[in-house]
Each structure stands twice: as structure tokens, then as C-alpha cells.
């Protein structure tokens, strides 16, 4: 029933930038968490960037200072901006949003490609 979709992702060179969307047909401003997860080759599902609903943030480590989580009330769209990208960035991204009690919803899934 609730939509997620993802666009933005892309190939790009070592020290590029590309921004993630991700827009949902339920409010994220309502959701207890927006996340961004990511999956790379060979390696299990992280963290990336979370949102809750106040709009505190956290991310992981690996990507401090180099990603930006934000959200956009008009569109209903959580955003994901990667800047100084490396190649161990390559992965695939999921937005997340979940509401509690069990409810949660994902996007497609977006593949983003940093080239050695």
C-alpha cells in the first residue's frame, strides 16, 4: 500500500558526488526513523544515515562528514548527498521508514557505483 521509490544513483568517479531521493506516499516526517541502508558486494546490510522524527541525525562512521541525510516537506522526500565518494561506497541503497509496532516500508533499492 505505502510506496517508497528511490532515483539518483548512478556511476561515479573517486571524489564525485551523487544525491539519493527517496520519495514515500506516507509522511516521513511522521515516521519514527527514515533511514538510508546500504548493501555492498560480499558484505551484510549497514546503516547509513538515519533520521528520526524530530530531525536528529546519525550516521555511520565510515561516512561522516561526507554524507548529508535531509528531508523535503513539500515532496515527502528524504534525500541522501554523498560527497568525497570512494570506491567502498559501492553498493546498494535502501531509504527505510519506520513508523513503530512493526510497520515499516522500503524502497527498490538503487545501485550506486564508485569506480576505482
Known amino acids: 500500500q505505502v510506496q517508497l521509490v528511490e532515483s539518483g544513483g548512478g556511476l561515479v568517479h573517486p571524489g564525485g558526488s551523487l544525491r539519493l531521493s527517496c520519495t514515500a506516499s506516507r509522511s516521513i516526517f511522521s515516521a519514527k526513523a527514515s533511514t538510508w541502508y546500504r548493501q555492498a558486494p560480499g558484505k551484510s546490510r549497514e546503516l547509513v544515515a538515519v533520521?528520526?522524527?524530530?530531525?536528529?541525525?546519525n550516521y555511520a562512521d565510515s561516512v561522516k562528514g561526507r554524507f548529508t541525510i535531509s528531508r523535503n516537506r513539500g515532496t515527502n522526500t528524504l534525500y541522501l548527498q554523498m560527497n568525497n565518494l570512494e570506491p567502498e561506497d559501492t553498493a546498494v541503497y535502501y531509504c527505510?521508514?519506520?513508523?513503530?509496532?512493526?510497520?515499516?516500508?522500503w524502497g527498490q533499492g538503487i545501485q550506486v557505483t564508485v569506480s576505482a
Open positions: 533520521m528520526i522524527a524530530s530531525g536528529s541525525t
Open positions: 527505510n521508514a519506520n513508523y513503530g509496532n512493526g510497520v515499516e516500508y
